[in-house]
């Protein structure tokens, strides 16, 4: 016997192991049915039996996709690793998501997501540091070789579901990307004469019912590792969702590690729900092909009020990257972030407004993005190519800029060049290499950029000490 003790957002009144359900985990056997089967079996306590927790204990437990429940609980043991099958006929074809129109890596659909679930609320995945490993390798040689019909599947995709917490894990090698919540579910509550604000939205409700809806999605303490070169294995991408906290996590990745994004071209405009209320705090990240944090290039919904803090980053393409294109539309804004420490970068920032990645010939030409309100404020840099590389778009810049207290300290071989400067306007103040004109210093004494003073409801959110005996 071997107590657990943890802390969550919610504890359950009803418990189970894997082994209940036949589970071997012997690394050989499938446990898909097991999952399943143990999952359906705690759904029945998601109403008024306090919800159920499935714990996984040691051992190697090889499974295909499996959907989790609401109040629900996936607990994985310290030495439990949860194999992603590579038998792709247990991988079930999917539709691709509305907001893209197609899937990632091909037109048509996509393989399930490994462990996922649509239309929840109160959803766990934590553990005693244990392991979920997509076995990726066979996805990523399938992937180059053209060999895939459909686009692969994430490690953990949760959709229109809210009050997520994922914690405490270790996840490897995902086929693509590693943590995917998408369409937090805002939507839902909305009265359909104001579901274009989400403003009126909050001025409609009562405080106790914002301080529930907008526990929305946390991620804390995950390790998210995945081979440098590997495709695609973005870290966490938060994907049209409202109030999220991410924090205290370690990622190495072949792809951004957070890249924020809200739907693709002309399907991205239709469907309509942004990225916003977003928290990024004490981030250590190596990504050398990517960004540490990505905004786009998938933002047809738009991105607004991101807050970044505390971030580390060691040998990684750009340390935060907007990436949108004409045929976009929407907008990128009011994007806040202070207190990196970044060692051997290509570049500190970068900005583009020609990243020319489209679902099809459809989009629309005049759908113009706009990125306004950046700031970005007490960075130090060190072995860095290029101080930065700003890129806006001919008759629509990138407005509102402001960079202050951030030193950059050049690579023995950087470029003659320290800043790109394009179609962007704003100001800088304490900045060195001197930035491009366009970015004028305001001088001694100059106010540094800004960055949000308020609270956000995500961050009052009370976690319980919850146990569970083995």
């Known amino acids: ?16 192991s894997l082994k209940d359900f036949g589970g071997v985990g012997d690394g050989k056997t499938s446990n898909t049915k097991a999952f399943q089967a143990a999952v359906a079996h705690l759904a029945q306590f998601a ?3 306090g919800g159920g927790m499935l714990y996984v204990p040691a051992g190697r437990w090889l499974t295909g996709p499996f959907n989790l429940t609401s109040s629900f609980t996936l607990f994985l043991h310290r030495d439990a690793i949860i194999l992603a099958t590579q038998d792709v006929s247990e991988w079930p074809v999917i539709d691709p998501l509305p907001s893209y129109g197609r ?12 462990i996922g679930g649509s239309n929840l609320t109160d959803v766990i995945i934590t553990g005693d540091n244990g392991t979920i490993d997509g076995q990726g390798a066979f996805w ?31 996840l490897l090698n995902s086929p693509a990307w590693n943590v995917h919540p998408v369409y937090s579910r805002f939507d839902h509550f909305l009265k359909p004469n104001l579901k274009p604000s989400f403003e009126q939205f909050f001025e409609s409700i009562a405080v106790t ?12 303490g995950i390790t998210i590792l995945a081979p440098l070169r590997s495709p695609n294995t973005d870290g966490i991408n938060p ?9 205290d996590c370690y990622i190495v990745s072949g792809d951004d590690c957070i890249a924020i994004k809200s739907g693709w071209d002309e399907y991205g405009i239709a469907f309509g729900m942004p990225s916003q209320h977003i928290i990024i705090r004490r981030l250590t990240c ?15 919904g738009g991105i607004q009020d991101v807050r970044a803090e505390d971030i580390t980053a060691i040998d990684s393409e750009s340390g935060v990257r907007i990436k949108t294109a004409v045929g976009r539309g929407a907008y990128v804004k009011d994007i806040f972030v202070r207190g990196m420490n970044l060692n051997t970068m290509k570049w500190v920032f970068w900005m583009t407004g020609a990243y020319k990645s489209h679902p099809d010939n459809k989009y629309d030409p005049n759908a113009i993005p706009v990125v306004k309100g950046i700031s970005y404020s007490d960075v130090v840099a060190t072995d860095v190519t290029q101080a930065a590389r700003l890129e806006g778009i001919s008759n629509a810049p990138f407005t509102g800029i402001c960079i202050s207290n951030v030193t950059v300290h050049l690579a023995a071989k950087a470029k003659k060049q320290s800043w790109t400067c394009t179609d962007v306007e704003g100001v800088s103040s304490g900045v060195s290499p001197t ?27 009370v976690f319980e000490e919850c146990s569970y005996t083995s």
């Open 103 to 114: 899937g990632r890596d091909h037109a048509g659909g996509r393989y399930s997501s490994l």
């Open 286 to 300: 190596i990504s050398p092909t990517s960004a540490v944090i990505a905004l786009g290039s998938e933002m047809s």
């Open 435 to 461: 930035p491009c004109a366009s970015l004028p210093d305001r001088g001694a004494g100059a106010e540094p950029c800004p960055f949000p003073t308020d609270r956000l409801p995500i961050d009052d959110v």
């Open 1 to 16: 016997m071997r107590a657990f003790k943890y802390a969550a957002t919610s504890c359950r009144a009803n418990t189970a």
């Open 209 to 220: 019912e914002i301080v529930q809806l907008c526990s929305n999605i946390i991620i804390s």
């Open 140 to 170: 990523w040689q399938q992937f180059h070789g053209g060999k895939l019909k459909y686009t692969r599947g994430y490690l953990i995709e949760l959709l229109h579901s809210d009050r997520i917490f994922i914690s405490n894990l270790t």
């Open 239 to 247: 994907d049209s969702c409202t109030h999220v906290r991410i924090e």
């Open 47 to 49: 109403g008024d039996g």
